[in-house]
């Protein structure tokens, strides 16, 4: 499970610096996924994540 978590953390890293290049701040991206905010900052912090949640945010931020 180390490896998983420490792959999703990274992905979460990853979407958090997609989300500051774009300049879109929590709310903004919420409005653009219908995620709310608290799911999105818990992306770059949690292992907790849904690959479904993930794929939302990277498809919102153009990272596919």
Same mark, same amino acid.
């Given at each position: 499970?180390?490896? &998983?978590?420490?792959?999703? #953390?990274?992905? %979460?890293?990853?979407?958090?610096?997609?989300?500051?290049? *774009?300049?879109? !701040? &929590?709310?903004?991206?919420? #409005?653009?996924? %219908?995620?709310?905010?608290?799911?999105?900052?818990?992306? *770059?912090?949690? !292992?907790?994540?849904?690959?479904?949640?993930?794929?939302?945010?990277?498809?919102?931020?153009?990272?596919?």
């Amino acid at each position: 499970n180390t490896v &998983r978590n420490d792959v999703i #953390e990274h992905i %979460g890293s990853c979407i958090w610096e997609a989300r500051r290049h *774009k300049g879109y !701040s &929590r709310r903004v991206l919420s #409005e653009k996924t %219908g995620l709310s905010e608290r799911t999105i900052e818990k992306s *770059k912090k949690e !292992s907790e994540q849904t690959a479904e949640t993930l794929y939302t945010l990277i498809n919102a931020l153009d990272m596919s």
